[in-house]
């Protein structure tokens, strides 16, 4: 049973820094390319950050979040990381992760194949 769990939300000021986490379990974490997402109230789920499954070539960004977000992830801990800084209050949302089993970088919520339960982000002006 693959397993996503997000940890790592939480509430910060404008200006500040969250390092969010997803462990992953349960399938061949190294055979998945991993995605990041958020969904604001009243809004579709937009893509957030993607990395390729053995970190070959540049990881891909949402251009709300480029200079700002980093991917990246360990295939040792089946981790996936996602570091967040200069947070804007616009930047308050459920992050979610994703697992799909591709060579690519996925950008369509539709492509993944697994998700996690997700983690609160709140960004305070």
């Known amino acids: 049973q693959v397993q996503l769990v997000e940890s790592g939300g939480g509430l910060v000021q404008a200006g500040g820094s969250l390092r969010l986490s997803c462990a992953a379990s349960?399938?061949?974490?190294?055979?998945?390319?991993m995605g990041w997402f958020r969904q604001a109230p009243g809004k579709e789920r937009e893509f957030v950050a993607a990395?390729?499954?053995?970190?070959?070539?540049?990881?891909y960004y949402a251009d709300s979040v480029k200079g700002r977000f980093t991917i990246s992830r360990d295939n040792a801990k089946t981790t996936v990381y996602l570091q967040m800084n200069s947070l804007k209050p616009e930047d308050t949302a459920v992050f979610y992760c994703?697992?799909?089993?591709?060579?690519?970088?996925?950008?369509?919520?539709?492509?993944?194949?697994?998700w996690g339960q997700g983690t609160q982000v709140t960004v305070s002006s």
């Open positions: 349960g399938l061949t974490f190294s055979s998945y390319a």
């Open positions: 994703a697992a799909v089993r591709s060579g690519g970088l996925p950008q369509g919520p539709n492509e993944y194949e697994y």
């Open positions: 990395i390729s499954r053995r970190s070959i070539g540049s990881p």
